[in-house]
């Protein structure tokens, strides 16, 4: 028992230390591992919205990723007379919309025919009576007809939906 003190007293006075538990050692190493996993999860999210400055010849985001995005082109208000068969009166619709279309490219050939197609909207709207707009299901068969009316304008299969962004029958 004297030669184990001894030992003891030796390694106590050569500055070793006693062993510590690996527990706490896998426990400091878990920690930094999940923060470390947390910091780079973080960055990702925020770093998001900075665009990177890349080459001209390659592409930002693969084209793959953005198939099924869309982009949104604004249409200015139209204010139609509606056709009148009641003989009630005169009616009024103001209708704004917005096209959801596939490309920049569409997007651009939109503002390239926008007189074309106010010119087809405003045949299609002053066509119809109060009474073919006034219910949900009007509303969603003047959709089809605007989107088929728009297709056939455009010449190309570059608009995807119609959306009513304001829809006021006076």
Known sequence: MAGENK??????ENGAAPKKSPLKLILIIGMVLVLGAGGFI????FSKGKKADTPAGVEA???RLTEGMSIMCPLKSFIVNL???SGLGRRYL???MELEVA?????ELV????AKLRDAILFVLSSLSYDEINSTGGKMR???????????TLGADVVRKVYFVEFVVQ
Request: charged share 35%.
């Open 142 to 152: 003047l959709k089809r007809s605007l989107l088929s009316r728009i297709k056939q």
């Open 103 to 107: 490309s920049e490219k569409g997007k």
């Open 94 to 96: 103001k209708i704004t």
């Open 111 to 114: 503002d390239k025919q926008s």
């Open 83 to 85: 056709a009148d068969k």
């Open 61 to 63: 985001i693969p084209e």
């Open 7 to 12: 030992a003891v007293a030796a390694g106590a």
């Open 42 to 45: 973080g960055w990702q999210m």
